[in-house]
C-alpha cells in the first residue's frame, strides 16, 4: 500500500503539472504530425514517421544540447519504450509492463501503475520482459502486458478503468508491443510464435473494453471452421496438421492506421515452428505470415495482404514499424507504406491496393537475389532454404533491422535506419528428430552458439555483427551515408526539423548527426545501452529530445557482448534541453567475485553442458555466457548462488526474479553439466582478467585479425556462390 505521504506527493506533483490537461481527441490525433509541441502516440502521428517538426534544438545549437532531467524505473531487464507526450505529461512503459507518468518538464513522478504480471510466466517471453510503450485516447492510457491483458488507465491518476484478458492464459501468448487508437478503438495485437501460438488482432471499444473484432493471421483446424472468407483462402496455403503448433503469425509490434483510406495495416510475424517443412510439410506459401495485412478499421475484414516472404523459414517477420508517406512515383501520386524488415529488403508498397511497387535490399541478403515486381513476390537463391545441407544465410533471425523504430524526414526525404548487417547458419532438425516441447522454442533447427577460445568468440561477436546508421533514399533506393557504429545493436532513430537525426548506442552514447550530411554533432554518455527510439516535444515552451536507455531484448541478450566499462544496470528515463546543466549519479565501480574452482568433468560432458546451454540458456544469459547486464552475467555469479544452483534451475528459486524453472527439459545431471560449463567460463575470464594487459591485447588483435580474414572469406564465398539473378 502506498503511505499517505506517498499520495500525498502524487497529488501535489500533479497539481504542479505546468499545463492544463486536455483529452486526446481523434481530432487531435488526426492533426498530430502539425502539431509539434506533443507526441501523441507510438510513431509520433498516425503516419507513424517519427519527424519532429520542432526546430528550436539544430545543428547550430545542438552542441549546446545538455541533460534536463532523468528518471530512474525501479524495474531490470531493459527498456524499449517510446514515451508518449501529451500537455506536458509523459507516459512510459519499463519492464514488466510497468507504466509511469512523469512531469514533461522536471522528470517528476506523477503516478505509477504496475500490473503485478506473474513472474514465472517469463519462460514464455523469447526476448526479455520488455514494453514498447503505451497508447492514449480521450482521457485514457492503454498499456498491453506480458500476461496477454489489456489495460485502460485514468490518465490522471493512473487508476485502472478497465481489463480484459486478450489471449487465452493457458496459452504461451505474451504482449509487448504498444497498442495503437483506430476510430475510438484500441487495437492490441501478442507474441509467442516460437512457441506454438496462433496470431490475432484485437479492436476493444476504447471507452469500454467492449471486443470489437478479432482478425485471426493464421488458419486454424479446418474441421472446427474458419472464421472468414480470409482464412478459408489463406488454409490452401498450408500443408500437414499446421493448427497443432498455432501457425505463429503473431502481430508483436507494428500496427498503422490510415484514417483518411480507413485502413489498418498489421505486420504479421513469422512461422511456428521456424522451419518451413515441419511446419507445412508439402510446402505452400502459408498466408498471412510474414505479410502486411490491411483490415477495415471498422469492421476487421481483410481488404488485401502483400506476403513479404512466402513459405517463410528464417524467423522473418512483417512485424516492423509502417511508416505511411505520400509520394510522387513515375509522376503520380501515391500514398505507400514503407517497410524495412527483418529479411532485409526495403519495401515501397501502395497502401490502397497493397501493390509493391519496389523492393531493394539494405544490407546483405542472401536468402533472395531480387523481387519480381510483376508477381510481387521474391526470387529465393538456391540451397538457402536448408532442407538439403546446413545454410550460411543473411540477414539472421534477429533481423536486417528489427523493431528499433526508424524515422522519415520529410525535409531531406530520407529514411534513418538502425541496421544490422550478420548473417547465421541454418541446420534444420530432422522430421524425425523434430519432438516440440511445451513451454520452451521450438524452431526447428540446431541453437548453437559458436565454438572455440573465449577471445576469438569475443572478436567473432564483436566483429561479425555489424551496427550501423544508414540514411537511406527511399525513391532512389540506395544508402545515403551510414555511420559504422562499435557494436552490432542500437537504439531507434528520431528525425527533426532542425536538421538532426538522433539514436542511442549499446556502447552506452546518445547522439546527434546533420540529418542531411551525417556529421556527427553531438555525443552524450547515458551509461547504459539504448534500444529504444527518441521523442522531441515542447514543455513550458522549451524543446526537449528524451529517450529511455536500458539493455535487454531479443537482440541484446542474445549476442553475448561483454559490457563496456563505465555501465550501469540501472534502466532509466533521459530528457535533454539546451544548456541542461543536470548530471547522472556516478557509476559504482563493479566488483566481480572469485569464482568456483572448475568442476571435475570430462570434455565430452562439458561439451554437452555448452550444447544444453545454447539450447535452454544462452536466449537470455547471452552466447557463450556472456550477459548484456540487462540479467546477471552467469560467469559473475556469487558464490552462494552456485550453492543453489541445481534449486534456481529445477525448484525455481529465483521464480519470483523472472527466472523460469526447468524441470520439465532438465534432469539434475544436466544442470550439473551446465553448471560446469557456466564456471569453465567463468574461469577462462577470470584467468583473461588476471593476465597482464599486452598479453590480452595481443591476443584480441590477433583474433580480431582472424575474424577480419573470415569475413573477408565469407563474403567472398557468397558473392561467388549466389548468382546476381538466380534461376527461378
Ligand atoms: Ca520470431
Same mark, same amino acid.
Given at each position: 500500500?502506498?503511505s499517505?505521504?506517498?499520495?500525498?506527493?502524487?497529488?501535489?506533483?500533479?497539481?504542479?503539472?505546468?499545463?492544463?490537461?486536455?483529452?486526446?481527441?481523434?481530432?487531435?490525433?488526426?492533426?498530430?504530425?502539425?502539431?509539434?509541441?506533443?507526441? =501523441?502516440?507510438?510513431?509520433?502521428?498516425?503516419?507513424?514517421?517519427?519527424?519532429?517538426?520542432l526546430?528550436?534544438?539544430?545543428?547550430?545549437?545542438?552542441?549546446?544540447?545538455?541533460?534536463?532531467?532523468?528518471?530512474?524505473?525501479?524495474?531490470q531487464?531493459?527498456?524499449?519504450?517510446?514515451?508518449?507526450?501529451?500537455?506536458?505529461?509523459?507516459?512510459?512503459?519499463?519492464?514488466?509492463?510497468?507504466?509511469?507518468?512523469?512531469?514533461?518538464?522536471?522528470?517528476?513522478?506523477?503516478?505509477?501503475?504496475?500490473?503485478?504480471?506473474?513472474?514465472?510466466?517469463?519462460?514464455?517471453?523469447?526476448?526479455?520482459?520488455?514494453?514498447?510503450?503505451?497508447?492514449?485516447?480521450?482521457?485514457?492510457?492503454?498499456?498491453?502486458?506480458?500476461?496477454?491483458?489489456?489495460?485502460?488507465?485514468?490518465?490522471?491518476?493512473?487508476?485502472?478503468?478497465?481489463?480484459?484478458?486478450?489471449?487465452?492464459?493457458?496459452?504461451?501468448?505474451?504482449?509487448?508491443?504498444?497498442?495503437?487508437?483506430a476510430?475510438?478503438?484500441?487495437?492490441?495485437?501478442?507474441g509467442?510464435?516460437?512457441?506454438?501460438?496462433?496470431?490475432?488482432?484485437?479492436?476493444?471499444?476504447?471507452?469500454?473494453?467492449?471486443?470489437?473484432?478479432?482478425?485471426?493471421?493464421?488458419?486454424?483446424?479446418?474441421?472446427?471452421?474458419?472464421?472468414?472468407?480470409?482464412?478459408?483462402?489463406?488454409?490452401?496455403?498450408?500443408?500437414?496438421?499446421?493448427?497443432?503448433?498455432?501457425?505463429?503469425?503473431?502481430?508483436?509490434?507494428?500496427?498503422?492506421?490510415?484514417?483518411?483510406?480507413? =485502413?489498418?495495416?498489421i505486420?504479421?510475424?513469422?512461422?511456428?515452428?521456424?522451419?518451413?517443412?515441419?511446419?507445412?510439410?508439402?510446402?505452400?506459401?502459408?498466408?498471412?505470415?510474414?505479410?502486411?495485412?490491411a483490415?477495415?478499421?471498422?469492421?476487421?475484414?481483410?481488404?488485401?495482404?502483400?506476403?513479404?516472404?512466402?513459405g517463410?523459414?528464417?524467423?522473418?517477420?512483417?512485424?516492423?514499424?509502417?511508416a505511411?508517406?505520400?509520394?510522387e512515383?513515375?509522376?503520380?501520386?501515391?500514398?505507400?507504406?514503407?517497410?524495412?524488415?527483418?529479411?532485409?529488403?526495403?519495401?515501397?508498397?501502395?497502401?490502397?491496393?497493397?501493390?509493391?511497387?519496389?523492393?531493394?535490399?539494405?544490407?546483405?541478403?542472401? !536468402?533472395?537475389?531480387?523481387?519480381?515486381?510483376?508477381?510481387?513476390?521474391?526470387?529465393?537463391?538456391?540451397?538457402?532454404?536448408?532442407?538439403?545441407?546446413?545454410?550460411?544465410?543473411?540477414?539472421?533471425?534477429?533481423?536486417?533491422?528489427?523493431?528499433?523504430?526508424?524515422?522519415?524526414?520529410?525535409?531531406t526525404?530520407?529514411?534513418?535506419?538502425?541496421? =544490422?548487417?550478420?548473417?547465421?547458419?541454418?541446420?534444420?532438425?530432422?522430421?524425425?528428430?523434430?519432438?516440440?516441447?511445451?513451454?520452451?522454442?521450438?524452431?526447428?533447427?540446431?541453437?548453437?552458439?559458436?565454438?572455440?577460445?573465449?577471445?576469438?568468440?569475443?572478436?567473432?561477436?564483436?566483429?561479425?555483427?555489424?551496427?550501423?546508421?544508414l540514411a537511406?533514399?527511399?525513391?532512389?533506393q540506395?544508402?545515403?551515408?551510414?555511420?559504422?557504429?562499435?557494436?552490432?545493436?542500437?537504439?531507434?532513430?528520431?528525425?527533426?526539423?532542425?536538421?538532426?537525426?538522433?539514436?542511442?548506442?549499446?556502447?552506452?552514447?546518445?547522439?546527434?548527426?546533420?540529418?542531411?550530411?551525417?556529421?556527427?554533432?553531438?555525443?552524450?554518455?547515458?551509461?547504459?545501452?539504448v534500444?529504444?527510439g527518441?521523442?522531441?516535444?515542447?514543455?513550458?515552451?522549451?524543446?526537449?529530445?528524451?529517450?529511455?536507455?536500458?539493455?535487454?531484448?531479443?537482440?541484446?541478450?542474445?549476442?553475448?557482448?561483454?559490457?563496456?566499462?563505465?555501465?550501469?544496470?540501472?534502466?532509466?528515463?533521459?530528457?535533454?534541453?539546451?544548456?541542461?546543466?543536470?548530471?547522472?549519479?556516478?557509476?559504482?565501480?563493479?566488483?566481480?567475485?572469485?569464482?568456483?574452482?572448475?568442476?571435475?568433468?570430462?570434455?565430452?560432458?562439458?561439451?554437452?553442458?555448452?550444447?544444453?546451454?545454447?539450447?535452454?540458456?544462452?536466449?537470455?544469459?547471452?552466447?557463450?555466457?556472456?550477459?548484456?547486464?540487462?540479467?546477471?552475467?552467469?560467469?559473475?555469479l556469487?558464490v552462494?548462488?552456485h550453492?543453489?544452483?541445481?534449486?534456481?534451475?529445477?525448484?525455481?528459486?529465483?521464480?519470483?526474479?523472472?527466472?523460469?524453472?526447468?524441470?520439465?527439459?532438465?534432469?539434475r545431471?544436466?544442470?550439473?553439466l551446465?553448471q560446469?560449463?557456466?564456471?569453465?567460463?567463468?574461469?577462462?575470464?577470470?584467468?583473461?582478467?588476471?593476465?597482464?594487459?599486452?598479453?590480452?591485447?595481443?591476443?584480441? !588483435?590477433?583474433?580480431?585479425?582472424?575474424?577480419?580474414?573470415?569475413?573477408?572469406?565469407?563474403?567472398?564465398?557468397?558473392?561467388?556462390?549466389?548468382?546476381?539473378?538466380?534461376?527461378?
Amino acid at each position: 500500500m502506498k503511505s499517505w505521504m506517498a499520495v500525498l506527493w502524487s497529488v501535489l506533483a500533479g497539481l504542479a503539472v505546468a499545463e492544463d490537461w486536455q483529452p486526446v481527441t481523434e481530432e487531435r490525433l488526426l492533426r498530430a504530425g502539425d502539431d509539434p509541441d506533443h507526441w =501523441l502516440s507510438h510513431g509520433r502521428s498516425w503516419r507513424e514517421q517519427r519527424f519532429s517538426p520542432l526546430a528550436d534544438i539544430d545543428e547550430d545549437n545542438v552542441h549546446r544540447l545538455g541533460l534536463a532531467w532523468h528518471f530512474d524505473v525501479a524495474t531490470q531487464h531493459g527498456m524499449e519504450s517510446t514515451p508518449l507526450v501529451a500537455d506536458g505529461r509523459m507516459y512510459v512503459t519499463a519492464s514488466w509492463s510497468v507504466v509511469y507518468a512523469l512531469d514533461a518538464a522536471t522528470g517528476e513522478l506523477l503516478w505509477e501503475y504496475d500490473p503485478e504480471v506473474p513472474r514465472e510466466t517469463s519462460i514464455r517471453y523469447c526476448c526479455g520482459a520488455i514494453n514498447r510503450g503505451v497508447a492514449l485516447w480521450q482521457d485514457k492510457v492503454y498499456v498491453g502486458t506480458l500476461d496477454g491483458r489489456l489495460v485502460a488507465l485514468e490518465a490522471r491518476s493512473g487508476e485502472p478503468v478497465w481489463q480484459v484478458q486478450t489471449t487465452d492464459p493457458e496459452k504461451n501468448y505474451s504482449i509487448t508491443g504498444a497498442p495503437r487508437i483506430a476510430g475510438g478503438q484500441v487495437l492490441i495485437g501478442n507474441g509467442g510464435a516460437e512457441y506454438d501460438v496462433r496470431g490475432y488482432v484485437t479492436a476493444y471499444d476504447a471507452e469500454t473494453g467492449a471486443q470489437r473484432w478479432r482478425f485471426h493471421t493464421v488458419p486454424g483446424n479446418p474441421a472446427e471452421g474458419f472464421e472468414s472468407e480470409a482464412m478459408a483462402r489463406a488454409a490452401e496455403t498450408w500443408t500437414g496438421e499446421w493448427w497443432k503448433l498455432g501457425g505463429g503469425g503473431t502481430v508483436w509490434d507494428a500496427i498503422a492506421y490510415d484514417p483518411e483510406l480507413g =485502413l489498418v495495416y498489421i505486420g504479421v510475424g513469422n512461422g511456428a515452428p521456424h522451419n518451413h517443412r515441419l511446419r507445412s510439410p508439402d510446402g505452400g506459401d502459408n498466408l498471412y505470415l510474414t505479410s502486411i495485412v490491411a483490415l477495415d478499421a471498422r469492421t476487421g475484414d481483410y481488404v488485401w495482404h502483400l506476403q513479404q516472404v512466402p513459405g517463410e523459414s528464417w524467423d522473418y517477420t512483417a512485424t516492423q514499424q509502417m511508416a505511411l508517406v505520400d509520394i510522387e512515383w513515375q509522376g503520380e501520386p501515391r500514398r505507400v507504406i514503407m517497410h524495412a524488415p527483418k529479411a532485409g529488403f526495403f519495401y515501397l508498397i501502395d497502401r490502397e491496393t497493397g501493390e509493391l511497387l519496389s523492393a531493394e535490399p539494405f544490407a546483405t541478403v542472401t !536468402w533472395a537475389s531480387h523481387y519480381d515486381l510483376e508477381t510481387g513476390r521474391p526470387v529465393e537463391r538456391p540451397g538457402q532454404r536448408y532442407e538439403e545441407d546446413k545454410a550460411l544465410v543473411f540477414p539472421t533471425g534477429l533481423g536486417a533491422h528489427n523493431w528499433n523504430p526508424m524515422s522519415y524526414s520529410p525535409l531531406t526525404g530520407l529514411m534513418y535506419l538502425p541496421v =544490422l548487417d550478420f548473417g547465421g547458419e541454418f541446420k534444420g532438425t530432422p522430421a524425425e528428430e523434430f519432438q516440440p516441447l511445451e513451454r520452451h522454442w521450438n524452431v526447428g533447427y540446431d541453437i548453437q552458439g559458436p565454438r572455440g577460445p573465449e577471445l576469438f568468440i569475443q572478436a567473432l561477436m564483436q566483429h561479425l555483427p555489424q551496427g550501423s546508421l544508414l540514411a537511406w533514399d527511399p525513391l532512389a533506393q540506395r544508402e545515403v551515408w551510414r555511420v559504422r557504429h562499435a557494436r552490432p545493436t542500437n537504439g531507434g532513430t528520431l528525425a527533426t526539423a532542425g536538421n538532426l537525426v538522433f539514436q542511442g548506442t549499446s556502447d552506452n552514447g546518445f547522439h546527434a548527426w546533420r540529418a542531411d550530411t551525417g556529421e556527427p554533432l553531438w555525443s552524450w554518455p547515458v551509461q547504459n545501452g539504448v534500444q529504444a527510439g527518441p521523442v522531441s516535444y515542447r514543455a513550458n515552451g522549451e524543446q526537449y529530445i528524451a529517450v529511455t536507455a536500458g539493455r535487454g531484448g531479443a537482440l541484446s541478450m542474445v549476442l553475448g557482448l561483454e559490457l563496456p566499462d563505465g555501465s550501469t544496470p540501472v534502466n532509466r528515463v533521459l530528457a535533454f534541453r539546451l544548456d541542461g546543466e543536470a548530471e547522472l549519479p556516478p557509476v559504482p565501480a563493479r566488483v566481480l567475485p572469485e569464482p568456483l574452482p572448475r568442476m571435475a568433468v570430462s570434455r565430452a560432458e562439458l561439451e554437452r553442458g555448452q550444447q544444453l546451454y545454447d539450447l535452454f540458456c544462452s536466449r537470455c544469459h547471452g552466447i557463450h555466457a556472456v550477459s548484456d547486464g540487462s540479467i546477471p552475467d552467469l560467469r559473475h555469479l556469487p558464490v552462494a548462488w552456485h550453492e543453489h544452483f541445481e534449486a534456481v534451475v529445477l525448484e525455481g528459486l529465483m521464480e519470483r526474479a523472472g527466472m523460469p524453472r526447468f524441470d520439465d527439459v532438465l534432469d539434475r545431471d544436466e544442470v550439473r553439466l551446465i553448471q560446469a560449463f557456466v564456471l569453465e567460463r567463468a574461469n577462462q575470464d577470470a584467468e583473461r582478467r588476471a593476465a597482464p594487459a599486452w598479453w590480452t591485447t595481443t591476443r584480441q !588483435w590477433f583474433y580480431r585479425k582472424v575474424v577480419g580474414a573470415l569475413d573477408w572469406m565469407m563474403r567472398r564465398s557468397i558473392e561467388a556462390s549466389t548468382p546476381a539473378t538466380a534461376a527461378e
